[in-house]
């Protein structure tokens, strides 16, 4: 079954086409890698997928209907989470605060009742602390709940913003270059974890990757984007080896 399917997106910035005609589809279940050079427009078709960018046109389908245009937090709730190209923590909270804060939209409590402090607001947000312990725990992050973020390194700060994401629940996750950034060490850890917590949260992945040992240890299944353009998809083992692609990708860093 598929899960997210893009319909002949394009997305147009004044005269800039950044994305064109493009359209794919994500099996429930998969690790699927969206990869091609710098500006080729992977974090703009994120963009699209997430709504934070309205496509010029095209359709964007998630379990079938049409979420085309709809507002961040509307997507967010339907079962989708993300992480940006840069890592967004509150650098100044501890790691269960920055969880906790992925997790704010699923309190059911009316904004009265927190003003008003009446007892259920504090069930309700020591239940959410707790949920948010048990997440951190199920990422193996347990140990480091009352750290600071940014007394983390590096690429435990992806591990907690990717905890976050999963705190509003998803069932499609979207990376955006998890690994930049991290030193070999780090990368393997994280193409791991990735797949562990796909399996754990019965996930579907989508990520986008720069570094090509990354996607091919990782990913069942590669789009490739040039220009705005899918180039190339399919297994990773083959699409390395198609010829457009080694000029656009490949070329860039075996020249
Ligand atoms: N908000 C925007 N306004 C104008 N141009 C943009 C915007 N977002 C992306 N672009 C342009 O679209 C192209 C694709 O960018 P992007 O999707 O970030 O590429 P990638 O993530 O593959 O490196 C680039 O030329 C970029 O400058
Ligand atoms: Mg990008």
Redesign the pocket.
């Known amino acids: 079954m598929s899960i997210l399917k893009c319909d002949n997106l394009i997305m147009q910035?004044?005269g800039?086409t950044?994305?064109n005609h493009f359209s794919f589809e994500i099996k429930a279940g998969a690790i699927k890698g969206l990869i091609?050079?710098?500006?080729?427009?992977?974090?703009?078709?994120f963009?699209m997928i997430t709504g934070n960018?309205k496509p010029t046109s095209g359709r964007v389908l998630f379990f079938n209907e049409e979420i085309t245009g709809l507002k961040p937090h509307k997507i967010v709730s339907r079962g989708m989470a993300r992480t940006f190209?840069n890592i967004r923590l509150f650098t100044n909270l501890s790691v269960l605060e920055n969880v906790m804060v992925g997790f704010h939209h699923k309190i059911k409590y009316k904004l009265y009742e927190t003003v008003l402090r009446l007892p259920r607001f504090g069930a309700e947000e020591e239940k959410m602390r707790q949920m948010c312990i048990s997440l951190l725990d199920r990422v193996g992050l347990k140990d480091k709940i009352n750290l600071k973020a940014n007394e983390l390194p590096y690429g435990e700060q992806r591990k907690v913003e990717i905890a976050r994401a999963l705190a509003t629940g998803p069932k499609l996750l979207l990376l955006d270059e998890p690994a930049a950034g991290m030193n070999p060490q780090e990368t393997t850890d994280l193409m791991y974890f990735i797949s562990e917590i796909r399996d754990k949260f019965d996930l579907t992945v989508l990520l986008?990757e720069h570094d090509m040992k990354f996607v091919m240890g990782l990913c069942e299944n590669v789009t490739v984007?040039d220009h705005?353009e899918k180039i190339a998809e399919g297994k990773p083992a083959d699409v390395q080896k198609d010829k457009r692609v080694i000029t656009a990708y490949l070329g860039e860093s075996y020249a």
């Open positions: 910035f004044g800039l950044a994305v091609g050079p710098n500006g080729a427009g992977k974090t703009t078709v963009n960018y190209q986008i984007l705005g």
